[in-house]
């Protein structure tokens, strides 16, 4: 017997015709003698729905408007409380339906596993997962249907994840579980090597390492949230990316057990036998570009203009400095998520006496583009096919950052899918 935890995102169980899909998934599952959890999320446009009428409730609009700090009052405990519904409505639905096919079910909510947080309301992080009366009834035979998203905070407060918490929600649990595998089931068949709307030849990838899929997924690919991965790659969980929107019996050429021919198996880069140098190209547009011009180059500068966005809880990302030809001063360019740049632009305004810069301009028409693949450790010259093919089609590079196994370039936004294109042809990726 295999222990499985099954995913399911809010386009998955959107409606009941497609919780009945979700249903059947399981059932085939349990029905082959696997011990199931089944994570799921709420209906697709369920918690926009519910988020939105906690800001009606606090006229947070009306309070914006008039210049009120809303969200500094906002009762981020009482929030949690009603957008963890949606889940909730999930899981009781889906175990209604696994029982009308003769399936033996029942939902649990994460206070009652029970899953438990810190206390960060609206963007909480497990501390730990009491799985001992939830695992006896999955040996026994019973599914698990668990709504995804949401734990218990310390004072017996429903705390929720943030956004895409319930992939985390699922990883955590097969952890937890110990179980052989957790499978999140998405609307895309696997992780592909670049977005197949913008190349055509992109292909699915049969197996990616952790590291691999963390730079894709940090990178623009939305196709696993960040943390989930952080969290597979730390506790060594083997996931598996299929779709739900398959035929609920099992393709001829998949194998049950592994997951190979199914989806894209994300797992330890030692059981890939083959690496490609590359292997993907991964964009997003939801960039921001933020320039000081003429700050002043000393010591401390730096930590002057980025702790306050740290401070308002703004990541930055990529970070260029051109120090001026006298030396006293410099203009420094960094990169934020495009809803954070008007905090952002706020922020260094109220601070322009104590960092001293001449002028600060923002702007949102800038994509980035990055090259990924482990293979990159073992090969030279990555950066430089990869900067003269972009300059042979006019694409200007206006900053670089770098890790171990990614490159990445910020580009002007109108170039985005030339480049992408182009990369995806220069490392060998379309048509394998």
């Not at 690919?221 to 099992?250: H, Y």
């Not at 002043?296 to 703004?314: E, M, R, T, Y």
């Not at 200007?396 to 899918?417: C, R």
Request: hydrophobic share 45%; glycine share 8%.
């Amino acid at each position: 017997m295999s222990l499985l935890v099954l995913k399911f995102g809010g386009t998955s169980v959107a409606d009941l015709e497609r919780i009945r899909n979700v249903a059947a998934h399981v059932k085939r599952e349990a029905d082959a003698g696997h011990a199931c959890a089944v994570v799921v999320s709420a209906m697709a446009g369920q918690t926009n729905q519910l988020v939105s009428w906690v800001e009606e409730a606090w006229g947070y609009k009306a309070r914006s408007q008039n210049g009120a700090e809303a969200s500094a009052l906002y009762d981020t405990r009482e929030y949690d409380a009603v957008v963890s519904s949606g889940e909730q409505v999930t899981s009781g639905l889906l175990a209604l339906v696994l029982q009308a096919m003769g399936v033996n079910a029942r939902s649990w909510q994460g206070w009652q596993i029970p899953v438990r947080t810190d206390a960060a309301h609206r963007a909480a992080r497990i501390t730990g997962i009491d799985v001992i009366e939830i695992k006896d009834r999955m040996l026994a035979g019973e599914v698990a249907v668990v709504a995804g998203f949401q734990g218990i905070a310390p004072g017996n407060r429903i705390a929720t994840l943030g956004r895409g918490g319930s992939d985390t929600s699922a990883v955590a649990l097969a952890a937890a579980l110990q179980a052989d595998r957790c499978d999140i089931y998405t609307d895309v068949d696997g992780v592909y090597t670049t977005d197949p709307r913008v190349v055509p030849k992109a292909h699915r990838l049969d197996r990616i390492s952790y590291e691999e899929m963390l730079e894709m997924a940090s990178q623009g690919a939305k196709v696993l949230q960040t943390r989930s991965v952080e969290l597979a790659m730390q506790r060594g969980v083997r996931v598996l990316v299929r779709s739900s929107f398959e035929a609920p019996d099992l393709p001829g050429n998949g194998n049950a057990e592994t997951g190979e021919g199914i989806g894209t198996l994300v797992c330890h880069e030692d059981e890939i036998v083959e690496q490609n140098v590359v292997s993907g190209i991964a964009y997003a547009r939801d960039e921001a570009k933020v320039t000081l011009l003429k700050v002043a180059d000393k010591p401390g500068v730096a930590a002057q203009v980025f702790s306050p966005l740290a401070d308002a809880h703004i990541n930055v990302d990529m970070i260029v400095q051109n120090v001026s030809e006298d030396g006293r001063s410099t203009d420094l360019t960094f990169t934020v998520q495009s809803a954070d740049l008007d905090r952002a632009l706020e922020v260094l305004t109220k601070a322009k006496d104590a960092i001293g810069y001449l002028d600060l301009r923002g702007s949102t028409d800038i994509a980035k583009v990055s090259a990924i693949g482990v293979g990159m450790r073992s090969h030279a010259g990555v950066a430089a096919q990869m900067f003269s093919a972009l300059a042979e089609k006019g694409i200007n590079i206006e900053a670089i950052s770098t890790s171990e196994i990614k490159i990445s370039v910020l580009i002007d936004a109108a170039y985005a899918e030339l480049a992408v294109r182009t990369l995806h042809s220069l490392f060998g990726l379309d048509g394998r």
